[in-house]
């Protein structure tokens, strides 16, 4: 989010922002001009501009290759955490080094992940967050070259294992490529639902807005999109939180989370069972591109 003191309306918000003019904007659903601790700087936001200008014509650009992968072995299969961008000098998080202060470490069953594995709470002011994503985009069945349906949907989950006192925590899409020093939510073409305060987020550069509790340690958090109908939910402990934003225009977007501090999860997405259980769980697009 970006401090108050520098945007007092969504409004104010550059060009390139979508914001939340696509969710519901509603006198009781406001959008809230600052973020519980206010925790990210004028300068993380300057830099995400510079980045979005810098890559405008690859932003949301349709992910031919790996859509193919996908539709021939199945997004269950092909989908891991995105590690390239973290090991790349010019994308990587500007507090990164490789040896001494690595933003990720990975398990090898690509299943858990830690951030900031290097790092104590005291240590980190601001401008620590990050987001990981998945390495494959949540598209319509059509666009995997399956027969189109009305509806389908995507789904996944992560379970916070461990995390340092006051770690902000965010779940949901964002499309490729993105800043890694924002988490989603924040950002051109992102969601998210954050942890500190139960707000939503799009492309939202202010304070979100209320949505569902706070979450932090020991729970699992789950974020589904239907991508043709353009609705996005998150899921708390396998309980539905409802609809957070819904017809929201057509993107390639791809599972994502993020922290501000150090944090260890579990992601699933789709190899296990998840802890939600939906009851329209034939519509879920992972098991329909398994067959």
Not at 179 to 205: E, L, Q, T
Not at 225 to 245: E, H, I, K, R, S
Request: hydrophobic residues 35%.
């Amino acid at each position: 989010m970006y401090k108050a003191n520098q945007v007092d309306n969504y409004t104010d918000e550059p060009p390139s922002y979508d914001h939340a003019v696509q969710a519901s904007l509603e006198p009781e659903n406001t959008v809230h001009l600052t973020g519980r601790f206010q925790d990210t700087s004028v300068d993380s936001y300057a830099r995400a501009e510079v980045f979005i200008q810098a890559h405008q014509s690859m932003i949301n650009r349709f992910p031919t290759e790996l859509a193919a992968q996908a539709a021939k072995d199945g997004l269950i299969k092909r989908m891991s955490i995105d590690q390239a961008p973290h090991q790349n000098p010019y994308f990587c998080h500007p507090n990164s080094t490789p040896h001494t202060n690595p933003a990720l470490k990975v398990d090898l069953d690509q299943s858990t992940v830690q951030v900031w594995p290097n790092q104590t709470r005291q240590k980190i002011i601001e401008d620590w967050d990050i987001i990981i994503q998945g390495t494959h985009p949540f598209l319509s069945l059509s666009d995997y070259g399956r027969p189109p349906q009305s509806t389908g949907f995507h789904y996944f989950e992560i379970t916070v294992l461990d995390c340092a006192p006051n770690t902000v925590m965010a779940i949901g899409l964002a499309t490729k490529p993105y800043p890694v020093f924002r988490m989603p939510g924040w950002n051109k073409h992102s969601i998210g639902y954050h942890s500190d305060d139960g707000r939503k987020f799009c492309d939202d550069a202010s304070g979100g807005q209320d949505y569902g509790p706070q979450w932090g340690f020991g729970q699992t958090v789950g974020c589904r999109y239907d991508p043709v109908q353009g609705n996005v939910m998150f899921t708390l402990n396998g309980n539905p939180l409802g609809t957070a934003f819904q017809l929201l225009e057509r993107r390639y977007y791809y599972p994502s989370f993020g922290a501000d501090g150090p944090v260890k999860f579990f992601v699933n997405f789709g190899s296990q069972s998840f802890v939600h259980t939906p009851v329209d769980g034939n519509l879920w697009i992972g098991s329909i591109l398994s067959v």
